[in-house]
């Protein structure tokens, strides 16, 4: 099992940034991938950005040059720094973490971030 806590969340003026944090705990070396997702209301979750154990990233088109992706592995911790944040970037954020034995998905509780003037 893996348990895994967002923190950083909040309200931030349009062009203003942002620092998420991932802790994560429990089965740590059973960890193939990590990523950082988000929920609008009314909206499907998607998926912003994601690291693998060795250091690869994605980000999704809109938030390419505005948000990085990065993981302190001796931190067992997963950040995501947000700049130049935007209102369609408002949403509930949620750490996500990939096992391959076993093959499953852990979701933390989510952070929300209103990004508004």
């Known amino acids: 099992q893996v348990q895994l806590v967002e923190s950083g969340g909040g309200l931030v003026q349009p062009g203003g940034s942002l620092r998420l944090s991932c802790a994560a705990s429990?089965?740590?070396?059973?960890?193939?991938?990590m990523g950082w997702y988000r929920q609008a209301p009314g909206k499907q979750r998607e998926l912003v950005a994601g690291?693998?154990?060795?250091?690869?990233?994605n980000y999704a088109d809109g938030v390419k040059g505005r948000f990085t992706i990065s993981r302190d592995n001796a931190d067992n911790t997963m950040y995501l720094q947000m700049n130049n944040l935007k209102p369609a970037d408002t949403a509930v954020y949620y750490c996500?973490?990939?096992?391959?034995?076993?093959?499953?998905?852990?979701w933390g509780q989510g952070t929300q971030v209103t990004v508004s003037s």
């Open positions: 996500n973490a990939f096992s391959l034995t076993p093959r499953m998905n852990y």
């Open positions: 690291i693998s154990s060795g250091g690869n990233t």
């Open positions: 429990g089965s740590i070396s059973s960890i193939y991938s």
